[in-house]
């Protein structure tokens, strides 16, 4: 049977699509653009100084080299960037001078159709790479929020399918509140659906299993998981569940025998992003799991993030991943 990486990889091959890496300047950036052009992944546009980049010694043949500061669309984009956002404030100075920025760049390489989507965030904060992409690229049509998602492969594991989960969010949603949390869940299982291609089974996670606590905690993910409910009344979806009662299944048939996803779940929403983003840190660095992402959902065109520990695989199979987002759209 073909693993993720595997099945999305070849998914990337089929349809080709141009994505851009702005970090030209970090070394795991370029070994990983090395990997993907060989395996056919997809086009690259990466963002850097020519000769910084060309003296690293990687076969970057057939990819794109942009120096944003001295681009000859440089003042097009600054022009364009100006229209969209001096409602905000933005003057043609400062459009200009935010061209001189990568991140910035290569989202309006996006927004120009010059590209069908971007991954960064070795070596710049989640927000760095989200800000510009929500500024100018904006919400996808009938999206209430944009939130993102881990896809996490666990070696060796029958528990989700074959192992392998979607964890949210663990990127976005500080401290969301019930109503933000069932959009987590909808736009979960979407990912789950496009990413892997089977149906999701989406667990709400909590402390509390099916009312074995009664605290606000608790009460918030209860209440999310009947809005999450009505939103989406055909999707298996079930709440408030301990972690051991959502994947476990004889510790769901104990602690929530009535659940129609307790022992079963491959979706996993956390309560809030403390939770998710440590939740996925320890299965990735104990259980030695592959963990991409994080997974941007509901953003106009694709542009995923990446963790700042991220590897060079790490930064193929996130570029996979972006190209199949690409795809759908």
């Known amino acids: 049977m073909a693993t993720f990486l595997e099945t999305i990889k070849a998914q ?36 850097g100084d020519p000769q910084e980049i060309a003296a690293a010694g990687y076969n970057l043949e057939g990819a794109r080299i942009v120096d944003q500061r001295t681009s000859e669309y440089r003042q097009d984009f600054a022009n364009k960037l100006f229209e969209l956002r001096q409602h905000k404030g933005m003057t043609p100075e400062k459009a200009l001078q935010l061209m001189d920025d990568c ?48 896809v996490v492969v666990v070696p060796n594991c029958e528990m989700g399918q074959n192992g392998t989960f979607v964890f949210a969010d663990c990127g976005l949603e500080v401290q969301p509140s019930a109503e933000r949390l069932a959009q987590v869940a909808l736009n979960s299982a979407n990912a789950w659906r496009m990413l892997i291609g089977t149906e999701p089974t989406v667990a709400m996670l909590s402390h509390s299993s099916h009312g074995s606590a009664t605290n606000d905690d608790a009460k918030k993910v209860v209440e999310a998981t009947a809005l999450a409910k009505e939103l989406a009344p055909t999707l298996l979806l079930d709440g408030e569940l301990q972690l051991d009662a959502a994947i476990v299944p004889e510790v769901g048939a104990a602690k929530a025998p009535t659940s129609p996803v307790a022992g079963k779940a491959n979706v996993l929403v956390f309560p809030d992003l403390d939770a998710a983003n440590i939740g996925y840190k320890l299965v990735q660095r104990l259980a030695k799991a592959e963990a991409y992402g994080p997974v941007m959902q509901g953003i106009a065109a694709p542009v995923n993030d990446l963790s700042r520990g991220c590897s060079a695989e790490d930064i193929v199979g996130v570029v996979a991943i972006t190209a199949v987002q690409a795809q759908a759209k």
């Not at 760095?128 to 881990?150: C, E, F, N, Y």
């Open 12 to 47: 990337a091959q089929a349809e080709k699509k141009t994505i851009v890496l702005p970090e030209g300047n970090d070394q795991r950036t370029l070994q990983a653009a090395e990997q993907i052009l060989q395996e056919g992944l997809a086009d690259l546009i990466i963002l």
């Open 103 to 150: 991140l910035h760049f290569g989202v309006m390489l996006v927004k120009m159709g010059m590209a069908d989507g971007m991954v960064s965030g070795a070596c710049h904060s989640t927000g760095d790479v989200l800000r510009p992409a929500l500024q100018i690229l904006k919400t996808a049509p009938g999206v209430q929020l944009v939130s993102s998602a881990m």
